[in-house]
Each structure stands twice: as C-alpha cells, then as structure tokens.
T-cell receptor, first 113, second 117 residues
Framework: QQQVKQSPQSLIVQKGGISIINCAYENTAFDYFPWYQQFPGKGPALLIAIRPDVSEKKEGRFTISFNKSAKQFSLHIMDSQPGDSATYFCAASSYNQGGKLIFGQGTELSVKP | GAVVSQHPSWVICKSGTSVKIECRSLDFQATTMFWYRQFPKQSLMLMATSNEGSKATYEQGVEKDKFLINHASLTLSTLTVTSAHPEDSSFYIC?????????????FGPGTRLTVL
C-alpha cells in the first residue's frame, strides 16, 4: 500500500517533443506529490509538486496532471530539450505520517537533438 | 528554493574505519531530516528519519548500530557509518523537511559518494 509505481523505466524523446511520465499510488492518505529531477552524481532537485485539491499544476514547460479517483499523476515536459536529459522520480507523502517520501522507481529520460 | 548542503561530497576510506557525513539546512530550520541511500541506476532508499532532539527512526532492515544518526540542532544532522565495509559503498543523500502551516517540502542535499576499500 505504500508503493508508488512509476513508468516507463526509460524514455527517449526528440528535441521539441513532449515527455510523459506516469505514476500510480495506493495509499489514499498521501496528500503531497512532488517530482524530482536528478542528474548523475547529484542529489535530486525538486521540480514541481501538487496537492490533491487541484487536478493540474503548470510551471513553465513542466505540468503535473493529477487524477484523484484513479490514484494516478503524471509529469508532462513540453518542448523537451537535451538539457532535460536526466532521471525523474515521482514521490508521495502524507503530512500526518511525518512527511516521509515514498519514491517511484525512476525514469531515465534522454532527449535527442 | 531552500538549500541543503552535505559534507564531504566524496570520501574514500579503509575497511573497518568510521566515516561521518554532515547534512545542513542553510536557510531554514529543519526539525526533521531524512537519510537515503542510492545504488547506481536505482531509486532512493530511505534509511532513517532524523528528528531534532530525539532518537532517529530507522527503516526496516537498516542496522541502527552501524548507521548512527545524530540531529543535534535545527540545521544539522550527521550520519556516521561505523566499521565500514566495501558493501557500504554507496551514494548517501540527505533531505531536510521544510514544513509549516502552508508548506511541506523536502529539499535534498547534493549527496556524498562513499567508497570503502
């Protein structure tokens, strides 16, 4: 019940295309859903996050879509650039359960020029 | 966003020695910090939750006597790998929780690469 399932494991997109990464969760107590971007040898950096009271959040080229009834959320990267090539992790946590993040398995994104 | 630092960024040590890794929240106070371990091409594995002024809470399967955690102040948590062995070689990452009435965000440090010879 604590798992967060992420797909795909890897993704290759052409420059200018849309990258889409999906996550699904089981624990209905989760109330915070962040996405992190990680480059090799670096710590994860917070990209964008959403709470379940909204269905979509957009920040620049990055959009989270959230479907509470389906217990799914996704990251869309518009106009993907080679500099977006990194590993992306979705996560989920519950404020009342100490904010402990449960991470998805990660998606390795490669944007081809 | 908020900044979390880690020191050292990398360390090489001999088998049997102990290594201390520091995690600092630079521009906010963090009553809660988390320690993760990451193997190549894998996700982050939570090791323990560190609460300021109290004992750390370890995840199942993590040896608390091997991975000593101290959270002595609102901006500093330390992880000490005691009697390190080659299998302890990994990428260790900390995060600090910035939370309040209208926010609850975790910011990650840059990680520490530990190599045990």
């Amino acid at each position: 019940q604590q798992q967060v399932k992420q797909s795909p494991q890897s993704l290759i997109v052409q420059k200018g295309g849309i990258s889409i990464i999906n996550c699904a969760y089981e624990n209905t107590a989760f109330d915070y859903f962040p996405w992190y971007q990680q480059f090799p040898g670096k710590g994860p950096a917070l990209l964008i996050a959403i709470r379940p009271d909204v269905s979509e959040k957009k920040e620049g080229r990055f959009t989270i879509s959230f479907n509470k009834s389906a217990k799914q959320f996704s990251l869309h990267i518009m106009d993907s650039q080679p500099g977006d090539s990194a590993t992306y992790f979705c996560a989920a946590s519950s404020y009342n359960q100490g904010g402990k993040l449960i991470f998805g398995q990660g998606t390795e994104l490669s944007v081809k020029p | 966003g908020a900044v979390v630092s880690q020191h050292p960024s990398w360390v090489i040590c001999k088998s049997g020695t102990s290594v201390k890794i520091e995690c600092r929240s630079l521009d906010f106070q963090a009553t809660t910090m988390f320690w993760y371990r990451q193997f190549p091409k894998q996700s982050l594995m939570l090791m323990a939750t560190s609460n300021e002024g109290s004992k750390a809470t370890y995840e199942q399967g993590v040896e608390k006597d091997k991975f000593l955690i101290n959270h002595a102040s609102l901006t500093l948590s330390t992880l000490t790998v005691t009697s390190a062995h080659p299998e302890d070689s990994s990428f260790y990452i900390c995060s600090a929780r910035d939370w309040g009435l209208s926010t609850d965000t975790q910011y990650f440090g840059p990680g520490t690469r530990l190599t045990v010879l």
